[in-house]
C-alpha cells in the first residue's frame, strides 16, 4: 500500500522477498517501491527505513518460507504416524527407495507401535504394500507385503502376478504368468508367499518351485511331482533369515531377539531399559547398524545407530574412539559397544568407548555416510 502496487506487483514483491535468490529480485524492485513511496509522500529517511526493513526479512524469507512448508509436512506426518500408523507404515513402504530409514526399521518402528505387518501371500498381496482387517493390530488394519517387495521379482512381474490372482497351485501361478522364473518363483517361495494359500511350508513350497519355474509351457499336470522328499520346517530363526534375505524385512523376527538370552547375561541392556538407567553410568548395548554419519559440524566425531528388537540406540564414537576401532565400526553390520550413558532433556546417548563386532543370525544392510 504504502508504493500503491497492483496486486500483480505486490505479488512479485512477495515472491521476491521468499525467493532464493531474493537480493537481486530485491533491487529490481527498489527503483519502483522508491517511485511509489515518494509518490505518497515518504522519502528519505523513512523510505530507506522501510526498504532496507524488506530487504532484511528477504535475507531469510527463503529458508523461513521452507521451514514452514517442511513444519507443515512434519506435523501431518506426525499426526498420520500416530492415530494411522499402518496406513504411514504402508505409504513409506510404496514410496521407496527413499529417506533416511530402510524398509526394515520403519516395519520395526511399526510393530514396536502395535502394527501387524504380514509377509507377501500370493493371493493376499497386492503388487504393493496393502493394508487389511486384523482386530490385533493397532486401529483394526494390519500391513500386508506386496509381492513386489520379494527379491528380484520386480513391479511388472509383480504387477502381472497381482492382476492374475486367485492361484490354486504353484503349477497354476507357473502356467498363467510364464514371464516368472525360477528364481523368482524360489525368491517368492523363501519370503513365505506360498505358505498360507497353498498350505505348504517353505522348504517344501521352495522345493516345488525350482520343478515349477520357468515350466509355463508343459501341460497342466504333467510335472510328476508326486515323489517330493520329506523336508524340515524352519525354525522361526531360519523364517527371520529367509524374510531378511527374500524381502529386506523381518516382520516376525528382529536379529537381535535369538542373541537376546547370550547379550542378557553378558549385562547388555536392550534400547527401551536405557531410559532408566542414570546418566554417566557405564552400559553395554547391542544391535544392528542402521546408519553410521559423520556431520561436517560434529569435529570429527561419528554417530552410529544400533536397532535391537525394542528400538533405537544412539552411539557417539568420538575421533579417538573411531581411530582405534575403525575396521570394527565401519564394517560391522551390528556392533556390541561399552560406552557412558548421556541422558539430557530427554535424549540418551551412549559415548562409546570400546567397540566390537555382534555376530547375529543374518546382515541388515545399513545406509552410511549418506
Not at 529480485?25 to 513511496?37: D, I, V, W
Not at 520395526?108 to 502394527?115: F, L, N, T, W
Not at 487389511?132 to 520379494?150: K, N
Request: glycine residues 8%.
Amino acid at each position: 500500500d504504502v508504493a500503491g502496487f497492483t496486486a500483480n506487483e505486490a505479488d512479485q514483491l512477495r515472491q521476491a522477498m521468499g525467493s532464493k535468490r531474493s537480493a537481486a529480485r530485491m533491487q529490481r524492485l527498489k527503483e519502483r517501491l522508491y517511485a511509489g513511496m515518494a509518490a505518497r509522500g515518504i522519502t528519505g529517511a523513512i523510505a530507506d527505513e522501510i526498504f532496507d526493513k524488506m530487504a532484511a526479512f528477504a535475507h531469510y524469507g527463503f529458508p523461513e518460507s521452507h521451514s514452514v512448508s517442511f513444519a507443515y509436512l512434519v506435523y501431518s506426518s506426525s499426526y498420520i504416524k500416530l492415530h494411522e500408523p499402518a496406513v504411514f507404515c504402508a505409504a513409506l513402504l510404496n514410496a521407496q527407495p527413499m529417506g533416511f530409514w530402510s524398509p526394515h526399521t520403519l516395519v520395526q518402528d511399526a510393530r514396536r507401535h502395535g502394527v501387524v505387518v504380514h509377509t507377501p501371500d500370493i493371493n493376499a498381496s497386492a503388487d504393493i504394500a496393502t493394508l487389511e482387517s486384523c482386530a490385533d493390530s493397532f486401529g483394526g488394519l494390519a500391513v500386508r507385503l506386496g509381492i513386489g517387495s520379494v527379491r528380484g521379482v520386480g513391479a511388472e512381474v509383480a504387477r502381472l502376478v497381482s492382476e492374475g490372482r486367485p492361484y490354486e497351485s504353484l503349477e497354476d501361478l507357473a502356467r498363467r504368468v510364464p514371464q516368472l522364473s525360477r528364481k523368482q518363483m524360489e525368491a517368492m517361495a523363501t519370503a513365505g508367499a506360498f505358505t498360507n494359500s497353498f498350505g505348504d511350508d517353505r522348504r517344501h513350497t521352495l522345493w516345488e518351485a525350482g520343478a515349477h519355474g520357468n515350466n509355463g509351457e508343459h501341460l497342466q499336470g504333467m510335472l510328476g511331482l508326486n515323489s517330493r522328499p520329506t523336508l524340515p520346517g524352519m525354525e522361526p530363526i531360519e523364517e527371520a533369515i529367509a524374510d531378511l534375505w527374500a524381502t529386506g524385512i523381518s516382520p516376525d523376527g528382529h536379529p537381535t531377539v535369538f542373541l537376546r538370552e547370550q547379550l542378557a547375561a553378558k549385562g547388555v541392556r536392550t534400547a527401551d531399559e536405557l531410559a532408566h538407567v542414570p546418566h554417566k553410568d557405564r552400559v553395554m548395548v547391542a544391535g544392528v547398524v542402521t546408519h553410521r554419519q559423520r556431520p561436517m559440524t560434529a569435529k570429527g566425531a561419528t554417530f552410529i545407530s544400533l536397532e535391537d528388537e525394542t528400538g533405537l540406540i544412539n552411539v557417539v564414537c568420538s575421533k579417538g574412539c573411531w581411530a582405534r576401532y575403525r575396521a570394527v565400526a565401519r564394517d560391522a553390520s551390528a556392533l556390541l559397544i561399552r560406552g557412558r550413558v548421556e541422558s539430557a532433556n530427554g535424549a540418551i546417548n551412549v559415548l562409546a568407548e570400546h567397540i566390537s563386532p555382534l555376530f547375529t543370525p543374518a546382515a541388515v544392510p545399513s545406509r552410511d555416510f549418506r
